[in-house]
């Protein structure tokens, strides 16, 4: 019987090799590389600007391959990451063997991997971006027994020249068609794209966000992943990132991240989805209802969410998002189906009713396991993130709400069903902790509650201090409240902080 993670397969290294990306191994590289006749191989690695880097290497002999495959190569720490000292700075970058996918955009067939940093020992650097997540959820397993899963929203504006025919409607493209939606045939190319490097996404469609402004039209768009290992997550949003602005650079397009685009409109977030898996089976539900395992994992999002945004808004834009009335979050709270809070527990498969059989009359009772489908989600992230940093955060803080005596009892204290925005609901939102409202807020959060996050050497102290300082270095503590009312001023910052992350 053909495994199902082969049979549809979209990587052509899969479909190759016949074996699921776990159980790559380097001769399955090599013949991989031979039978294909591949002529580069490319490492690529998250640097501290939270965007991909790239070295190329062009296979000249078996030997080198072998070489480069086994020892990988040594790179420049201090000028990728701002916490490593030029004195001590030589890193070694290692392929992940599991994360090989062809490069779509090479003239000259080109294997690329991932990487994972060592240090000079030869040991995983303490502070690297994909270790940091690979140690947060190891201790999330430790402590709770549980596997945690997450998968991201990624939201981003296609930005085009305007033509006449069919115009969109501001602030109206939600889940719009062609042709009054431009960029769709674009975003389909960058999922098929992202699903032959390996990325598993649920869907894809037009956001609300769209506009006009000087000749251009601005098209919001989002390409939704569907729940994995975290630390697959974030290979996965990495590698989006990097597809999408390149094939934008393909089509003559310029793609943004940015949180905030202009005053007025849409921004765009990267909202996470989480679950937790144990022997198979999603522990989110019990009996049809939020499980006290997810209320936990909720409790410590709440204890810690004013840390997080150090991790998930990384510039002054970030917190022009983060504001009323803009399906955003502002305060730290959580409800059911609730888009002015925190976290958000989104509608569920719960019904008893076949959905299915009612829209289509000859189709026989379905008996899908329907509870795998439920997650949480973390609102407040947007594209600035650091993804391994982020995902990192959010599964120490949902670790640290089963570490909690008081979990349940926060949990039910920061819980609203009702539009905290309202004015009628003014009490009700008095009563709620605010989010920072500044790079330099946000880390005066993250140094309060560094202790939590340097548990069990999940973040390093090294990558806490390099947080703090480059959060310290935007001085924006008062920024947000001084050019609030003055739309040249933020149209200037966003341009500052347009190619974020």
């Known amino acids: 019987m053909t495994d199902p993670i082969i049979a549809m397969n979209a990587n052509p290294v899969v479909a190759f090799l016949q074996k699921s990306p776990e159980s790559f191994t380097k001769a399955d590289i090599i013949r991989y590389i031979e039978k294909n006749e591949i002529k580069m191989v490319n490492f690529m690695y998250p640097g ?85 997540l690979a140690k947060a959820s190891r201790a999330f397993t430790e402590v709770t027994g549980m596997e945690f899963q997450a998968m991201g929203e990624l939201e981003y504006y296609v930005i085009s020249e305007d033509e006449e025919l069919y115009p969109a409607i501001d602030q109206h493209g939600y889940h719009e068609s062609a042709p009054y939606a431009k960029t769709n045939l674009f975003r389909q190319q960058c999922m098929q794209y992202i699903a032959q490097a390996g990325g598993q996404i649920k869907y894809g469609h037009s956001e609300v966000g769209n506009f006009k402004q000087e000749g251009l039209v601005y098209e919001q768009n989002e390409i939704e992943f569907l729940p994995v ?188 069903n009702v539009n905290i925005h309202d004015a009628a609901n003014a009490d009700k939102l008095a009563q709620l902790a605010q989010l920072p409202d500044s790079c330099v807020a946000s880390a005066d959060c993250l140094e309060r509650q560094r202790a939590v996050f340097e548990e069990r050497g999940v973040f390093s102290k090294a990558m806490i201090d390099g947080i703090l300082q480059q959060l310290r270095a935007f001085n924006d503590q008062t920024l947000r409240r001084d050019i609030e009312h003055n739309p040249e001023e933020i149209q200037q910052l966003v341009e500052t902080y347009f190619h974020c992350g």
């Not at 600007?49 to 720490?77: H, P, Q, S």
């Not at 990495?238 to 003559?252: F, P, S, T, V």
């Not at 509608?347 to 076949?354: E, N, P, R, V």
């Not at 973390?378 to 640290?400: E, I, K």
């Open 48 to 132: 501290g600007d939270g965007k991909l880097k790239t070295l190329n290497f062009v296979i000249t002999n078996m030997a080198y391959l072998d070489t480069i495959l086994t020892c990988g190569e040594r790179v420049d720490g201090s000028s990728l990451f701002s916490f490593i000292e030029a004195g001590s700075s030589d890193l070694y970058v290692l392929p992940r063997y599991c994360t090989a996918f062809v490069d779509p955009f090479a003239e000259i067939p080109t294997l690329c991997m991932l990487c994972s940093y060592f240090d000079k020992d030869g040991n995983l650097l303490a502070s690297s971006p994909e270790n940091t």
């Open 229 to 416: 290992r975290v630390e697959e997550a974030a290979d996965q949003l990495m590698l989006a990132k990097w597809i999408i602005r390149n094939l934008a650079y393909e089509y003559g397009y310029n793609v943004t991240f940015a949180p905030k685009i202009t005053t007025g409109k849409a921004g765009s977030g990267l909202h996470i989805h989480m679950r937790i898996v144990k022997d198979g089976r999603n522990m989110m539900l019990s009996n049809g209802s939020l499980s006290e395992d997810a209320r936990r994992m909720i409790a410590g999002m709440m204890e810690l969410a004013p840390s997080i945004t150090a991790f998930g808004n990384k510039n002054p834009t970030s917190y022009f998002r983060l504001v009323p009335h803009q399906e955003a979050p502002t305060n730290v709270c959580w409800g059911d189906r609730n888009r002015s809070v925190l976290v958000r527990v989104p509608l569920g498969w719960t019904a008893d009713a076949d959905m299915c059989c009612i829209a289509n009359p000859l189709e026989q009772p379905s008996h899908i396991d329907k509870t795998m489908k439920q997650t949480v989600e973390m609102r407040s992230p947007d594209g600035s993130a650091d993804l391994y940093q982020l995902l990192a955060g959010l599964c120490v803080a949902c670790r640290h709400g089963f570490e909690m005596q008081n979990a349940l009892e926060l949990a039910e204290k920061t819980y609203v």
